[in-house]
């Protein structure tokens, strides 16, 4: 079917956009691959029967973003069973379409529209939401080669600037320097303290490097509650901080607190209540600014803290890194926005030859379907071969032609050639149904051969 580039669309809810983690939570889809599967089946049947098989849908979810990549799908209707499915709050969703909904497509895959710059775990989950489209079958034709492309393009970006080297942020190079105390994190019980995106920031790099028990406290208990992080981390009440830091051999520190908030004191007090002390160096990566640890915790009974100073050098060195690449990595998705548009009018023009094929073809055959079968060999014969010699006429002029010049011909060759004599009288046959019994207006007298 022949669409143009607007066809293509994206509906985006995304912290970067200042969608609350509430709204986006809201706006998911049944996270149960058989339960999702059903209802996408359900709306592309819906969709495919109104508008070609040709519509199709990619649906993104991260503990950031949650997102819709559809080709040949109106964003009314699409929005409507979205609304259905989850709420009001999908209405306010980011809307993009054609070569903005591209460019939007590239930067997150790219990392260049994540919470962190440069970032990797987002291009393998792109990959993953592709991988599960394509194999449900919500997915083919041009959105499938769409995201093919995209994904071409962010090879390039990490493999042309340096966007993907380096620390990326305080919390990366704190879980980063734990490893130099112990091997790995599996099997280390870890604590994490706060809610805000240095504590989302450093579950993420604590799960990435493989921790496999992660417990998560903040005074309000209930934002912890609505972060999807949570799923992965048992969530316990602030006011047992103390007997916890026992318990873990890493304690991430990251809120605003403006004093500290676990106490030299109130640690030596909760001792006698720890249920499963851990037997080793436990280290207290203190990430708050102003300090979120007691300075004396230093060197008590096996407790080490390290300090958010210990660490800017080595981010700000990461941080120039990837400012310097940002601006190469730019340029790119600029060079690979307009040559897609140029590759879109490829497509296009590739599925305007395709359809002008086969209706060639249609019309061959249902006239060649009138002669007997002794008749048929020969007279096919000289038919294919004269098709075969015109087509190939129209095809090399077409290609001196440029892009709008070669698809407007293409165009009005398949409205001359894309409707058989016997599809033409049926289409008439249907609307003389349809008129039989409105009053016969001058219009309707033309479409029906009456006189005036």
């Known amino acids: 079917m022949n669409r143009e580039i607007d066809s293509l669309v994206c509906l985006s809810l995304s912290s970067k956009s200042n969608f609350a983690a509430s709204e986006r939570e809201q706006a998911s889809v049944p996270a149960d691959p058989k339960l999702r599967n059903s209802i996408f089946r359900s709306w592309l049947a819906e969709f495919r029967a109104r508008s070609g098989d040709d519509v199709s849908l990619v649906y993104l979810a991260t503990c950031h973003r949650i997102e819709f990549y559809t080709y040949g799908i109106a964003t009314e209707e699409l929005l409507a069973r979205w609304t259905e499915l989850c709420g009001q709050s999908v209405l306010k969703a980011d809307q993009m379409s054609g070569l903005d909904a591209y460019e939007h497509l590239l930067r997150v895959t790219s990392s260049l529209a994540s919470e962190v710059l440069g970032?990797?775990?987002?291009?393998?989950?792109?990959?993953?939401?592709?991988?599960e489209a394509k194999s449900q079958g919500w997915l083919k034709?041009?959105?499938?080669?769409?995201?093919?492309?995209a994904l071409r393009v962010t090879k390039r970006v990490r493999a042309e600037t340096k966007i993907g080297t380096g620390t990326v942020s305080v919390a990366h190079v704190a879980i980063d320097g734990v490893l130099d105390v112990f091997e790995g994190l599996a099997g280390k019980p870890v604590l994490v303290v706060g809610a805000g995106s240095m504590a989302d920031q450093a579950i993420q790099r604590l799960m990435k490097v493989g921790a496999g028990s992660l417990t998560w406290v903040n005074r309000t208990r209930e934002?912890?509650?609505n972060n999807p992080l949570s799923s992965y981390c048992q969530v316990v009440d602030f006011q047992e901080l103390p007997r916890l830091a026992w318990e873990h051999a890493v304690i991430v520190l990251a809120t605003s607190s403006e004093s500290p908030i676990l106490l030299l004191d109130e640690v030596r007090n909760a001792k006698k209540r720890r249920e499963a002390p851990w037997?080793?160096?436990?280290?207290?990566?203190?990430l708050g600014?102003?300090?979120?640890a007691d300075e004396r915790l230093h060197g008590f009974e096996d407790f080490w803290v390290r300090n958010v100073d210990e660490f800017r050098d080595i981010v700000d060195s990461g941080s120039r890194q990837r400012r310097e690449a940002l601006k190469v990595a730019e340029n790119i998705i600029e060079t690979e926005r307009a040559a897609f548009a140029r590759i879109w009018n490829?497509?296009?023009q590739g599925i305007l030859i395709g359809e002008l094929f086969k209706s060639t073809n249609l019309i061959i055959e249902e006239e060649l379907s009138q002669l007997s079968l002794e008749d048929r060999p020969k007279i096919e014969y000289m038919v294919r071969n004269v098709y075969a010699k015109l087509m190939h006429q129209l095809l090399s002029h077409l290609r001196s032609l440029d892009e709008t010049e070669s698809k407007q011909a293409l165009e009005t060759l398949n409205l001359a050639w894309g409707q058989s004599e016997t599809s033409w009288l049926r289409q008439v046959q249907e609307l003389d149904q349809k008129t039989q019994n409105l009053p016969l207006n001058p219009l309707l007298r033309r479409l029906k051969g009456n006189q005036l």
């Open 279 to 286: 037997n080793g160096p436990r280290i207290v990566l203190d």
């Open 141 to 149: 034709g041009p959105l499938q080669r769409v995201f093919d492309e």
């Open 289 to 292: 600014l102003p300090r979120n």
């Open 223 to 225: 934002r912890l509650l």
């Open 346 to 348: 490829h497509w296009e």
């Open 119 to 131: 970032e990797t775990q987002i291009t393998g989950q792109i990959r993953k939401a592709f991988e």
